[in-house]
């Protein structure tokens, strides 16, 4: 299976650029994986340079959990974040994918100096 990189997902998501959305979507029509670094890519580029609210990037990484030609590594994982990321408070996406994926792959408490995430199961404050 192909995969794409954070500019083709950001493209497919803004679709501010025709050409290029015309490309990307041509690109993955039989299919194209997302690994988690492009997704937590993004999600940075989706909330920092486009102004994405909190509401607006949990609808976006449904949408792509639930798109037909692409597949998330590790979706399960991914919902995972995304429940905890619209459960929380002050704790952004990205963090909620590394607390997801240590939890997943058994490397539990996830050290951090962030107070606000060490509030998360499986994490711990330093």
């Not at 041509?26 to 993004?42: K, Q, Y």
């Not at 909620?96 to 939890?103: D, P």
Request: with cysteine; net charge negative; aromatic share 6%.
């Amino acid at each position: 299976m192909r995969a794409v990189d954070t500019n083709v997902l950001v493209r497919l998501v803004t679709r501010d650029d025709p050409k290029q959305t015309e490309r990307a979507e041509r690109f993955i029509v039989d299919g194209a994986w997302v690994s988690h670094v492009v997704l937590a890519e993004a999600v940075w580029v989706l909330e920092s340079v486009y102004g994405l609210g909190k509401a607006q990037l949990c609808t976006v990484i449904a949408m792509l959990l639930e798109h037909q030609q692409l597949v998330l590594q590790g979706a399960d994982v991914v919902r995972m974040a995304l429940d905890e990321f619209v459960a929380r408070r002050g704790v952004g996406f990205t963090d909620c994918l590394v607390i997801a994926i240590a939890s997943h792959n058994g490397n539990v408490p996830v050290g951090t100096f962030d107070r606000k995430l060490a509030r998360v199961a499986d994490a711990q404050a330093l």
